[in-house]
């Protein structure tokens, strides 16, 4: 069930200790992201907010178990992460390098229900394509190829590739950064939205302070040079919310006023 | 976007078309002035009515069919050879850098050496047969695809084999869903590339080696100076290899269709 306040259920499904992480060698070593610990809870939407140079992507990449920290541990379900699972799916920033350009929309999605550990044998995968389509709007261009779609439509397209993939965990990278405003803000909707009926736990980056307060059950925010966190923040604004009501809203403007020196300070 | 064809797309290419062909026409009328004229003698330049007939006479006889056949079969052999070979290889090489690293070189190496350089290594080893021309065939015309596919296999974009490896998509599953669509542009312009240079070297080694082929019935032609049958040679293997060309280019845009 929707909580109104915190969004999760209590248990933590994941769990960051300590992560620190660096690239480079010798004298050229350098920090990335330093002594990082959260935990995000079952069903909760938690944004994370930094400016560029934060290692924003790098620690979802560190999330999704493409990376491995130089030190402390994430746990997923109290298991740690030891590689890329199909229970953490990731919507990357880039759709145009995202998607298969030789598949179709439909064919797209269904890349999420193929390989090993999917659970759906072949005759129900065809209805669950035709579901997320649906779900997604994207029904009438499930024949197209990603080149003949808009930006808004081929990140749609990959959130529904996600979603096919039934993750416990949605890992999104900045996903709305590049399309423009009014697609950004139905896509924010759409996603707030489905993250709640189908119960997923939702990792979102952005650089957008107000997407992530609008967004978030809970904002984290990043500080550069090493990426560590500088503030964490409770969103007390109930659900649904409302592009224009919920921006207007006394807490959210609190929010904003309370975070925005943060992230102008670096 | 091109879901139907438009009527003003097809127009403009119905436009092109016509266009191609009256240049071809201007060509021809030309080349029939110039031997009407006597500009050159008809030993060396027939006029193209003569080429024409000369043409129809060995279509009726059916004496094209054997030349024709027999430089096609071998063309397509060494071709098809060529391909598998270089799809084979140059994905191998392309999908591990440091192999890239070591054989580049030797490849960058071997690529523009004349493949007519090795037809008498080739004879040496094979006599003058059907086996020679082939593999000579396949020598040379299987670099641009082999470098093609290095390419292809090596430029598979970084982000999709993220996805590969969080959708823990199995080796075999990566190559068939992700790198080999992905390396398929650049493949199937390597083997275009590589099938003129199958055709050039399928006539030069019929020439070399005597044997039956639509390069013997030139080479034959000319030592005899039986100028109609040599001009309506040429002719058979232009018509061949456009026609060969325009079914890749088919088969092309058939299966890349995705890229618009």
């Known amino acids: 069930m929707i909580q109104a306040h915190t969004g999760g259920t209590g248990s933590a499904a994941l769990t960051l200790s300590g992560v620190s992480l660096a690239y480079g060698e010798g004298a050229r070593r350098r920090a990335i992201l330093h002594d990082l610990s959260f935990d995000v809870e079952a069903g909760e939407f938690l944004c994370l907010v930094g400016p560029s140079g934060c290692g924003k992507t790098t620690l979802l990449r560190l999330l999704a178990g493409l990376v491995r920290p130089d ?7 109290d298991a740690p992460v030891e590689g890329p699972s199909r229970d953490r799916a990731i919507v990357f920033q880039d759709y145009s390098r995202a998607l298969l350009p030789w598949r179709t929309v439909a064919g797209n999605v269904a890349l ?55 993750p416990r965990l949605l890992l999104l990278d900045e996903p709305f950064g590049a399309l423009d405003a009014l697609v950004r803000q139905s ?41 560590r966190i500088a503030a964490e923040v409770q969103v007390d ?23 925005f020196g943060l992230l102008a300070g670096h | 976007m091109s879901l139907s064809r438009t009527p003003g797309r097809l127009r403009a290419r119905l ?25 050159v003698s ?16 060995q279509l009726r006889e059916g004496s094209l069919l054997e030349p024709l ?100 998509m199995r080796p075999g599953a990566i190559l068939r869903k992700l790198v080999l669509p992905g390396a398929m542009p650049d493949i199937i312009a390597g083997m275009r590339v590589s099938l003129a240079i199958a055709l050039i070297l399928a006539v030069v080694t019929e020439m070399q080696a005597s044997q039956v082929g639509l390069g013997q019935n030139i080479l034959l032609a000319q030592r005899s100076y039986r100028s109609a049958e040599l001009y309506a040679g040429i ?26």
């Open chain 2, 235 to 260: 002719l058979v293997l232009g018509v061949l290899g456009f026609a060969l060309n325009q079914t890749l280019a088919l088969a092309e845009a058939r299966l890349l269709r995705w890229r618009r």
């Open chain 2, 69 to 168: 056949s027999a430089t096609t079969w071998r063309m397509a052999l060494g071709w098809a050879l060529a391909s598998c070979a270089g799809v084979c290889l140059g994905g191998l090489i392309g999908a591990s850098p440091p192999a890239r690293s070591y054989l580049s070189p030797m490849l960058e190496f071997m690529r523009p050496l004349p493949a007519s350089a090795i037809i008498p290594v080739a004879i040496l080893f094979f006599g003058l047969s059907d086996r020679m021309s082939i593999a000579v065939i396949a020598f040379g015309s299987v670099w641009p695809v082999l470098l093609a596919t290095v390419h292809g296999f090596a430029s598979v974009e970084p982000q999709l084999l993220e996805l590969a490896s969080s959708l823990r």
């Open chain 2, 42 to 57: 008809p030993v060396f330049l027939p006029a193209p009515a003569r080429v024409f007939d000369e043409l129809g006479l």
């Open chain 1, 112 to 166: 999420g229900l193929e390989g090993p550990g999917a659970r759906l044998p072949g005759a129900l995968r065809e209805q669950r394509v035709a579901e997320l389509l649906e779900t997604m709007s994207l029904s009438h261009v499930a024949r197209h190829y990603p080149a003949q779609l808009s930006g808004g439509m081929q990140q749609r397209v990959q959130i529904a590739r996600c979603l096919a993939q039934s």
């Open chain 1, 187 to 227: 896509l924010q909707d759409e996603l707030a939205r489905l993250a709640k009926v189908e119960g997923k736990t939702v990792v979102f980056i952005t650089h957008d302070l107000e997407e992530a307060i609008y967004l978030g059950d809970r904002v984290i925010v990043l500080a550069a040079n090493p990426g």
């Open chain 1, 237 to 259: 604004i109930p659900r649904p919310r409302h592009q224009l009501e919920t921006r207007e809203d006394a807490r959210f403007l609190a929010l904003r006023h309370q975070l």
């Open chain 2, 15 to 39: 436009g092109e078309a016509a266009a191609a062909l009256a240049f071809a026409l201007v060509l021809l009328l030309l080349w029939h002035t110039v031997a009407a004229a006597r500009l």
């Open chain 1, 71 to 77: 030190a402390g541990s994430i746990r997923v379900d």
